[in-house]
């Protein structure tokens, strides 16, 4: 049988220099001016506007946006390997990143049109303006397509007026701008539901509660409710009806900013967990001599060298995806799914190595389990993953 010639560069995992650059530029900035506030935010709840507003100038909000809208025009390894390296050193400035770069800015360079990316998508690339992303309601939430929020267009055919709740917005209370997805034709349920860009400026238009939060206390997270808001028709987002398949379609570039966050906070917990073992003393010896500890470590290393992989293979698949508009739903999934339950599970064992001071806010092993959890949970539960990945395979809607 003859064999054709392999593809063989496509599996070549090196980075290029200038990943390698982004990397290193992402994790210095992340270790000299995020990691020594992480705990005082963590502590205090408070957003941190002025390191967002330097990542803005370093082209970490909008990485893989065209330098002509505002963004670094990197690719997608490059803003995983940036979202790594902030969401380790701090979590909550990983989710501001990861909702400002896929949910917001990628969706109104690839459904958005020319008017829309020279002005929102330019000022929320580039930092100077905060994007946020609504699509979850109070009784809305893994069920994305059963929304009651409204949108009528006015009889003159120039506003929509939008009225409704959405909760569990990721920089809700802070957003400038906010893709909200809500009904035009709810008869029509899925089909129904068509995306605008909100100006939070505008009358009509408030930020509801703040949500108290378990981790990624930093990252505000509200309630936003319109009252009468009117929309110029300019500003929706595609058709109406595309909604869903846009918030759809945005969300898989979220899943692997989530994977990404992921990712980081395991390493975090990760390399604290072999620095502590390493020096800490029981019964005369180094705790890293014993073998129930080093259990731990070895399948701390393998899972998140798996969910590493399984990212970077997500991250070639939306890059693919940039020339063929093939979808790579699949690929981020089980990029999520795994690399959040790696988070979870490293962060765990994490506390326990630690002990009393895993438990102990002196150290950030305790912020590293809490902020976990949520990966596990936005963005598409663990459960809603698997729906997905089973559904794909079993060739199921
Ligand atoms: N890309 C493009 N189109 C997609 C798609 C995707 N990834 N997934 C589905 N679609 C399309 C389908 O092709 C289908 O199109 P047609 O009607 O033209 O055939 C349509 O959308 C409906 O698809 P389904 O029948 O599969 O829809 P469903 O109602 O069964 O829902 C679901 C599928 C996977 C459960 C989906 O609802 C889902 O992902 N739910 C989770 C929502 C979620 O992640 N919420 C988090 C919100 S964001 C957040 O966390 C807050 C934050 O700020 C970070």
């Not at 009358?203 to 319109?226: C, D, H, M, N, Q």
């Not at 073992?277 to 798996?306: L, N």
């Amino acid at each position: 049988m003859a064999v054709t010639a392999m593809p063989s560069e496509r599996l070549n995992l090196t980075l290029t220099p200038e990943h390698e650059m982004i990397q290193q530029a992402a994790r210095k900035f992340a270790q000299d001016k995020i990691a020594p506030i992480a705990a005082e935010h963590d502590e205090s709840g408070e957003f941190p506007l002025d390191t967002i507003r330097e990542m803005g100038r370093m082209g970490l909000m909008g990485i893989e946006i065209p330098e002509e809208y505002g963004g670094a025009e990197m690719d997608t390894i490059a803003y995983v390997l940036a979202m790594v390296e902030i969401s380790k050193a701090d979590a909550s400035h990983g989710t501001i990143m990861s909702v400002n770069n896929s949910l917001f800015c990628h969706a109104i360079l690839k459904f958005g049109t020319e008017e829309q990316k020279k002005t929102v998508l330019m000022q929320v690339a580039s930092g100077y303006a905060i994007g946020a992303y609504s699509l979850t309601e109070p009784m809305s939430g893994s069920d994305a397509g059963t929304m009651k929020s409204r949108a009528v267009l006015n009889e003159a055919g120039t506003h929509y007026v939008i009225n409704g709740r959405k909760s569990w917005v990721t920089s809700g209370p802070v957003a400038d701008y906010i893709l909200v997805f809500t009904m035009t034709e709810p008869e029509k349920m899925h089909k129904g539901i068509t995306a605008f860009l909100i100006e939070t400026d505008k009358p009509g238009f408030e930020r509801g509660k703040k949500e108290p939060k378990l981790g990624i206390r930093a990252s505000a997270t509200s309630e936003v409710i319109f009252d009468n808001y009117q929309c110029p028709v300019e500003n929706r987002l595609g058709e109406e009806g595309e909604g869903f398949k846009i918030a759809m379609t945005v969300l898989d570039a979220g899943r692997v900013g989530i994977a990404s966050q992921a990712l980081g906070i395991a390493e975090a917990a990760y390399e604290a967990s072999v620095q502590y073992a390493r020096e800490r003393e029981a019964f005369g010896e180094s705790i890293g001599s014993f073998q129930m500890i080093q259990q731990k470590i070895a399948d701390m290393k393998t899972r998140i060298e798996a969910s590493r992989l399984l990212i970077y293979s997500a991250a070639l698949a939306k890059e693919r995806s940039k020339n063929t508009g093939e979808r790579y739903t699949l690929e981020a999934s089980m990029a999520k799914l795994f690399a959040s339950e790696t988070a979870m599970w490293v962060t765990h064992q994490a506390v326990q190595i630690h002990g009393g001071m895993g438990y102990s806010k002196e150290l950030p092993i305790e912020r590293y389990f809490r902020d976990a959890k949520i990966t596990e949970i936005y963005e598409g539960t663990s459960e809603i993953q698997r729906v997905v990945i089973a559904r794909n395979q079993l060739g199921l809607r």
